[in-house]
């Protein structure tokens, strides 16, 4: 299918650019840094159709120094309930791996909580590279979601919940033992 006649661009790689999760209702980011691994929904439950979602790719290569974006969505179960979403990005690098001064910032992200009638949406951009020392990068991406217009939170730090992360391997080779 054509740009014009689908809301997901297809590629040989898979799914990338503009597109819409109809099933979230919520649209996926650009992807830009040429990577080439198709952006996927990751999804938290909350209880009560409440979810947070991930929507971008998990794995971020090549490691050409560029910020590829995803988003983070919470998505309440009614559309008329007022829900918001936070994002703190971390980094786990080898040491001195994180590029220097010349590649700073890590991501770029606004830093408020966003809020919206039945889903919220935060962006966030990832630099796309790691050390040449040690296996790469690994992002953790720590969320806190508010549903049912504040009376109801939820977190990554949650018991039975857990943060996003994403990697920038070494390389790409298989490792077998």
């Excluded at 936070?86 to 700073?104: E, K, L, Q, W, Y």
């Amino acid at each position: 299918m054509t740009k014009e006649g689908h809301p997901l661009n297809i590629s040989k790689y898979g799914v990338l650019g503009l597109g819409v999760v109809a099933a979230l209702g919520v649209a996926t980011p650009g992807f830009s840094g040429g990577n080439k691994y198709a952006p996927v929904a990751d999804t938290r439950s909350c209880g009560d159709g409440d979810a947070v979602n991930w929507l971008g790719a998990t794995t971020l290569w090549p490691p050409n120094h560029k910020f590829q974006t995803s988003t983070v969505a919470a998505d309440g179960g009614t559309d008329s309930e007022t829900v918001s979403i936070a994002i703190v990005p971390s980094v786990t690098d080898a040491v001195g791996g994180d590029g220097g001064a010349n590649h700073d910032p890590d991501w770029m992200y606004e830093s408020a909580p966003a809020s919206g009638t039945g889903t919220a949406s935060q962006d966030l951009a990832l630099r796309s590279e790691r050390s040449g020392r040690g296996e790469g990068r690994v992002y953790t991406i720590d969320w806190t979601a508010t549903f049912d217009n504040g009376a109801k939170t939820c977190s990554s730090t949650d018991d039975g919940q857990t943060p996003f992360t994403v990697t920038v391997p070494h390389d790409m080779r298989d490792k077998k033992n």
